[in-house]
């Protein structure tokens, strides 16, 4: 038996928050590397990595967390 899902046209789809990221996370992941390594997790701050990753302090947030979470993609990343 197969099934049939019906759609109500007076139920709205929820929409996507926020706008769409605009930029290359694996070029950002490469681009915080970098930081990391040149000055260390302590020394390289969040506009640090906001400026050479190319993105605002928000879509960091948005994409990695915060900065211990980016830094543990970033040694993970790394180890590959």
């Known amino acids: 038996m197969e099934r049939i899902e019906e759609t109500n046209p007076q139920v709205k789809q929820a929409k996507p928050r926020g706008r ?13 590397i970098l930081a990391f390594w040149e000055h260390g997790y302590e020394a390289t701050s969040v506009s640090d990595l906001t400026r050479v990753m190319g993105i605002g302090a928000p879509s960091l947030y948005a994409a990695f967390g915060d900065k211990r979470a980016l830094f543990e993609e970033v040694v993970l990343e790394y180890g590959k």
């Open 20 to 32: 769409p990221r605009s930029f290359d996370r694996a070029t950002a992941l490469e681009k915080a």
